[in-house]
């Protein structure tokens, strides 16, 4: 998990849904020490990112366009490689000033969703600070290839993910009419998250925001949560195995079946593989089985993949990557996710890492 959540989550925090109309922005600056040059601005616009280039004169520098929402977005200058300012764009006229020898230091006025983003990354603070501790241990980890101490922080990606929430929690309660608050609900909720996670959060939220663009995100979600939610059946997935042979998920019936979402390019994924093959092995004979959904995009890696890890049962993808269709289906937005459903096809039970996999088979398959 760790590492892979906190990129789905950046992508998440870039993204916004696009349904609602365009509206005009203007972006005035004014750069007190930088009194020539060239800018550059960055929209990130779900897939894609939009740039653009304003001259300085005189310090001062200007971006107009059109965006249906709020986007997250970033001023850059050349040869600053490490120096840019991160804020929202959103349909208004907003100010943007500072001295300028450092992009980071610049400010924005008249603009609500900048506002509001600085109220609820002060809430934040210590979490942060908390999170880029425990990135920079991952980092050594990493580069000393120490798995087991990038093991151990899945924990902790755990606990900052559950900080995280019940700051997001805090912030909606107090800030419903707030469209930074239903972004927040959407950033942290979008993985390993239930409806009845989600639906308190989005009931708290005043009906213009739900109405908007990113409140019916947030429903979708929640809809989609609920489908999929223990107890219901797990909706069948028919894809394509490594030898190009159609299998579906409803072929296994009367078998408990781990459906295991994966891809070969995933660190955390293939750290937990050897738990799945552990468990695999210990069951396969008590009417327990895997039923892998890569989210490849490259079958000869998925199949090496396969080889190396000794993945020893049912594979399949349609080599679409994020786009493949268990993601929407499924509400897959972080891997390793998995599903665990029973004899009938009924789910019992998401996301059993582990220990916590071996422990739950063994509490079914007595």
């Known amino acids: 998990m760790k590492r892979f959540i906190l990129f789905l989550s950046v992508i998440l925090f870039f993204s916004y849904s696009s349904s609602a109309q365009d509206s005009s922005y203007v972006i005035n600056g ?3 020490k930088i009194k020539s040059g060239t800018i550059f601005l960055n929209i990130y616009k779900q897939s894609e990112t939009f740039k653009d280039s304003a001259v300085i004169k005189n310090g001062k520098f200007q971006f107009t366009g059109f965006v249906s929402s709020p986007y ?3 001023l850059t200058m050349p040869d600053r490689h490490n120096d840019y300012f ?5 349909p208004i006229t907003i100010e943007i000033s500072g001295r300028g020898d ?5 400010s924005v006025k008249d603009s609500p969703i900048n506002a509001d983003d600085k109220l609820l990354k002060e809430r934040m603070k210590t979490i942060t600070q908390w999170e880029d501790a425990d990135s920079k241990i991952y980092e050594q980890a990493y580069k000393d290839k120490n798995t087991k101490v990038m093991d ?3 924990n902790v990606d755990i606990e900052i993910l559950a900080a995280k929430r019940k700051v997001t929690a805090a912030f909606v309660r107090d800030y419903p009419k707030s469209m930074r608050a239903a972004m927040a609900i959407v950033e942290n909720y979008s993985y390993y998250a239930e409806a009845s996670d989600v639906e308190p959060l989005y009931n708290e939220l005043d009906p213009k925001i739900k109405n908007s663009p990113k409140g019916r995100e947030i429903k979708k979600m929640i809809d989609t949560y609920a489908k999929v939610a223990i107890g219901k059946p797990a909706p069948d997935i028919t894809q394509f195995t490594p030898d190009s042979t159609q299998l579906s998920l409803s072929s296994l019936k009367g078998k408990y079946v781990l459906i295991d979402f994966w891809a070969s390019w995933c660190g955390p994924c293939r750290r937990e593989n050897p738990n799945v093959v552990v468990a695999y092995n210990q069951f396969k004979d008590k009417g327990f089985t895997v039923f892998g959904v890569s989210y490849d995009t490259k079958k000869d890696r998925w199949k090496k993949a396969i080889a190396d890890d000794h993945l020893d049962w049912n594979q ?12 929407n289906q499924y509400g897959i937005k972080a891997i390793p996710s998995n599903v665990l459903i029973d004899k009938n096809g009924v789910i019992v039970a998401k996301n059993v890492f582990g220990d916590k996999l071996t422990a739950k088979l063994k509490e079914l398959l007595k």
């Open 316 to 327: 399949v993808s349609d080599l679409q990557g994020w786009k493949n269709e268990t993601s």
């Open 86 to 90: 991160t804020f929202y764009v959103e």
């Open 30 to 32: 004014n750069l007190e």
């Open 152 to 154: 151990s922080l899945d």
């Open 72 to 74: 997250f977005a970033s």
């Open 102 to 106: 450092s992009l980071r230091l610049l």
